[in-house]
């Protein structure tokens, strides 16, 4: 059984900074994307970043800039870190493994959730 573990999450002001940590734990062989996604109220949830276990990142268009993720392989653990913070950011952050090696198959997985809120 893989988990994932978040942190990092809270009640910020607009233009402060928060990092988010996301650790895989289990059995894990390889992880090959790991990435984070929101879901703001009353909307679907959406990509934020991924980065692929080579390194390659994307980015949703609405945080490019503000925005870093990065990735321990060696930990299985991406982090997120988010500058420049807007009330828009606002949301429930999940942390993504994407196609997740164990010993009883390949997989994809999801964190809990943690709250960002953005507001003076």
């Known amino acids: 059984q893989v988990r994932l573990v978040e942190s990092g999450g809270g009640l910020v002001q607009p233009g402060g900074s928060l990092r988010l940590s996301c650790a895989a734990s289990g059995s894990i062989f390889s992880i090959n994307t790991m990435g984070w996604y929101r879901r703001a109220p009353g909307k679907q949830r959406e990509l934020v970043a991924v980065?692929?276990?080579?390194?390659?990142?994307n980015y949703a268009d609405s945080v490019k800039g503000r925005f870093t993720i990065s990735r321990d392989n060696a930990k299985n653990t991406v982090y997120l870190q988010m500058n420049s913070l807007r009330p828009e950011d606002t949301a429930v952050y999940y942390c993504?493994?994407?196609?997740?090696?164990?010993?009883?198959?390949?997989?994809?997985?999801w964190g809990q959730g943690t709250q960002v809120t953005v507001s003076s």
């Open positions: 980065i692929t276990s080579g390194g390659t990142k």
């Open positions: 993504n493994a994407g196609r997740v090696m164990t010993v009883v198959g390949t997989n994809d997985y």
